[in-house]
């Protein structure tokens, strides 16, 4: 808890960006995955020197499928993650971080010193479960 306190607002600000930048990265992944088609594909203009054997394509699978459990994982963990925060802060780490949200989003909702007192509460407790 001290490491979280020792840091500014905007330093808390840019370690959750780099952390949700990661999120997004992995999400978009993880979607690139599942839409992938594994099947053999026969392509009868092309001729490929070598021995290729079905091992190297049972590998590959096996890499895509490690792969796509461990995306699954890290993105379940990171969305459990955030439903543990209280509902306020769920509210302002949802708009800021995952949605991007437009940056005057908060105005219909706070005052300006209300926003950013509970924008710094809500990424203290969000660094606290990640324990960072």
Same mark, same amino acid.
Request: aromatic share 18%; glycine share 0%.
């Given at each position: 808890m001290k490491n979280i306190m020792a840091l500014t607002f905007?330093?808390?600000?840019e370690v959750l960006e780099q952390i949700?930048?990661?999120y997004r990265r992995d999400k978009f992944n993880l979607k690139r995955l599942e839409n992938k088609n594994f099947y053999p594909e026969l392509n009868y203009g092309i001729v490929r020197e070598g021995k290729q054997g079905y091992q190297s394509g049972k590998s590959k699978i096996e890499h895509y499928v490690e792969k796509k459990e461990e995306l699954e994982n890290k993105i379940d963990m990171f969305e459990e993650i955030?439903?543990?925060?209280?509902?306020?802060?769920?509210?302002?780490?949802?708009?800021e971080f995952m949605n991007q949200a437009p940056n005057?989003?908060?105005?219909? /909702?706070?005052?300006? !010193?209300?926003? /950013?007192?509970?924008? !710094?509460r809500a990424m203290e407790e969000l660094l606290f479960y990640l324990n960072l």
């Open positions: 905007r330093q808390k600000q949700f930048r990661e955030v439903a543990l925060l209280s509902e306020e802060n769920q509210k302002i780490i949802i708009h005057n989003w908060w105005m219909d /909702y706070y005052s300006r !010193s209300t926003y /950013y007192r509970m924008k !710094s």
